[in-house]
């Protein structure tokens, strides 16, 4: 199993950014894929699952609204973008599969860096 995470960046608040995950050696449209990151000192906090259909898709409270999480399953990627960035959303954000608290697989991570 490979997951590579790309997109990351620096952006000021209210700023946007779109990361993606590509997946390899398993078969991605079964699998529920997941975003999490984690912030400098602190542990991993789920951010979005999208289940393998692609039609269903969940949000931590901090996220809802300005991030969406999708997937194409033809191109074995998943993506997250995210809207009106805040400075708390700074962190490594990783590709897992799996759901909240059930991660299988995990990528490097792609950093993201929200600052003025």
């Known amino acids: 199993v490979q997951l590579v995470e790309s997109g990351g960046g620096f952006v000021q608040p209210g700023g946007s950014l779109r990361l993606s995950c590509v997946a390899s050696?398993?078969?991605?449209?079964?699998?529920?894929m997941s975003w999490a990151r984690q912030a400098p000192g602190k542990g991993l906090e789920w951010v979005s699952t999208?289940?393998?259909?692609?039609?269903?898709?969940v949000y931590a409270d901090s996220v809802k609204g300005r991030f969406t999480i999708s997937r194409d399953n033809a191109k074995n990627t998943v993506h997250l973008e995210m809207n009106s960035l805040k400075a708390d959303d700074t962190g490594l954000y990783y590709c897992?599969?799996?759901?909240?608290?059930?991660?299988?697989?995990r990528g490097r991570g792609t950093q993201v860096t929200v600052s003025s």
């Open positions: 999208i289940y393998g259909d692609g039609a269903r898709k």
């Open positions: 897992a599969t799996g759901t909240q608290g059930n991660y299988g697989d």
């Open positions: 050696g398993f078969f991605f449209g079964g699998v529920p």
